[in-house]
């Protein structure tokens, strides 16, 4: 089985950093995703990372350590419209990593 | 832009109607989920599809619940009966390759009165 888990709320102000966290308990594993969902729309991806490091997207970055079962997404220099749900998502060796398990989401609210 | 597009956006029903919800995934895209998603749950798989086979529903209720897929360009996921707690919001999404991201539809918000 699998299980992860990351906050269900951030808070952040326009122009700062803010980190999510995501920790993974899987039986194996193929790498981690990020998807962004604003309310009322559908998910859309925002990286990937099959191996450990830092893959960096403009203002994103996600960084995954599999010795560790962790990963984040990284946004910088926050604007409004980052205002949305943010989820982690595994592909791990049930079905051959052909699936996603995601994580609950967190809210990330951007004040001005 | 290539879009996965689901169909309809929204459908409001009565408990015991049969529902049947659309997804015309990404030309070339091999690969169709079926997901549900409410906010005690989450994100939930309910069935996948590769080339047109189904793969795994064992997310999916299999009494009430059937999805096929009759041709490489339309998924359908039905509901029969249907009943309150399948309200949600429904997304298809496709994907063209195992190692390439999924595309999400716009999801159908389905209420169960």
């Known amino acids: 089985g699998q299980s992860l888990e990351q906050p269900s709320e951030v808070t952040a102000v326009e122009g700062a950093i803010v980190q999510i966290n995501c920790t993974y308990q899987?039986?194996?594993?193929?790498?981690l995703s990020w998807y962004q969902q604003h309310d009322g729309g559908a998910p859309t991806f925002l990286s990937y990372?099959?191996?450990?490091g830092l893959e960096e997207t403009g203002r994103f970055s996600s960084f995954l350590s599999r010795s560790d079962s962790y990963g984040y997404l990284l946004l910088q220099e926050l604007q409004m419209k980052d205002s949305a749900s943010y989820f982690c998502?595994?592909?791990?060796?049930?079905?051959?990593?052909?699936?996603?398990?995601f994580g609950g989401g967190t809210r990330l609210m951007v004040k001005p | 832009d290539a879009r996965v597009t689901q169909t309809p956006r929204h459908k409001v029903t009565e408990m015991g109607q049969e529902v049947t919800m659309r997804c015309q995934p990404i030309?070339?895209?091999?690969?169709v989920f079926w997901y549900r998603q409410t906010m005690m749950q989450g994100l939930e798989l309910l069935a996948y599809?590769?080339?047109?086979?189904?793969?795994?529903d064992s997310g999916m209720p299999k009494d009430r619940f059937s999805a096929e897929m009759p041709d490489a360009t339309l998924a359908t996921l039905k509901i029969q009966p249907s009943e309150p707690r399948d309200s949600a919001v429904y997304f298809c999404?496709?994907?063209?390759?195992?190692?390439?991201?999924?595309?999400f539809g716009d999801g159908t918000r389905l209420s169960i009165l």
């Open positions: 030309l070339g895209h091999n690969t």
């Open positions: 999404a496709s994907r063209q390759g195992a190692n390439q991201p999924q595309h």
């Open positions: 599809f590769r080339n047109r086979a189904p793969l795994d």
């Open positions: 899987t039986s194996g594993f193929y790498g």
């Open positions: 990372n099959g191996l450990d």
């Open positions: 998502a595994v592909r791990d060796q049930d079905n051959a990593g052909n699936m996603l398990t």
